[in-house]
């Protein structure tokens, strides 16, 4: 009886554990949305340059370093805006660009809408069935891999076909992302909210440009 009792207190704990990890990791994520689409915002007010957006890419980089050494740290929380403020803001010059197509606020406000009903159908259905993607996770890392490297040589060959396939691909890898970390956090994989909330804002973000790069070319994008 004494040992069924530990067993289910135990069981109690972690759930608690996990919801605590769920909310604090969907609270967070809420909040540096926001002001990362605060800083895309300021970026296309002021019209911020190529150069000092891909600056700003490669600082986010950089504090990725920060972030994990200080995930376990009230620090960590400042880390993240930092980080997801620098993307935001370099998102700045794409979005200018995209605006400047006939109807381009509303082709951006779609593929807002479109990332958004992706994330939060994908989440819930993970978060209703409580099923366990853990097993994609090799799967989605060949993936993203072969559609960095291929990225990398399209900057060269500049082909507007595979361009548009790598787009596609990496709709397909961040939705299954989403799945993974999802399904991640309810099953006790990742226990630590902060770098919880920067793998699915990382998740959003990939998702929202490759749609918005979608959605351009077939509304006109050369």
């Known amino acids: 009886m004494d040992q069924r009792t530990s067993f289910s207190s135990a ?7 996990t919801n605590k ?5 969907y609270m967070l994520l809420a909040m540096t949305l926001t002001f990362s689409a605060v800083c895309a915002g300021v970026a296309m007010s002021i019209g911020l340059g190529q150069g ?28 993240v805006f930092v980080f997801t403020g620098l993307l935001g803001a ?4 794409m979005l200018n660009h995209y605006a400047g197509f006939p109807g381009g606020t509303s082709l951006i406000m779609q593929a807002f809408g479109t990332t958004a009903l992706v994330f939060f159908g994908l989440s819930g259905y993970v978060l209703t069935t409580k099923k366990d ?10 993936g993203l891999i072969v559609a960095v490297v291929a990225s990398l040589a399209n ?12 787009s596609a691909a990496i709709v397909f890898i961040m939705s299954g992302f ?3 970390d999802t399904s991640r956090i309810i099953n006790g994989g990742e226990t630590n909210y902060i770098r919880a909330t920067v793998s699915m804002y ?13 959605l351009g070319v077939f509304g006109g994008d050369d």
């Not at 900057?155 to 790598?166: G, K, Q, R, T, V």
């Not at 990382?202 to 979608?214: D, G, K, P, V």
């Open 178 to 180: 989403i799945l993974y």
């Open 11 to 17: 069981g109690e704990a972690s759930a608690l554990q």
């Open 52 to 79: 000092a957006a891909m600056m700003m890419s490669l600082g986010a980089l950089v504090m990725i370093f920060f972030l994990n050494k200080a995930a376990q740290s009230s620090m960590g929380i400042v880390f």
């Open 21 to 25: 990890v769920l909310r604090n990791t």
């Open 133 to 142: 993607f853990s097993f994609m996770g090799g799967f989605l890392l060949v």
């Open 90 to 93: 370099s998102l700045g010059p």
């Open 155 to 166: 900057i060269f060959f500049a082909i507007p076909a595979l361009s548009l396939a790598i």
């Open 202 to 214: 990382l998740n959003i973000y990939n998702l929202f440009t490759s749609i918005l790069h979608l």
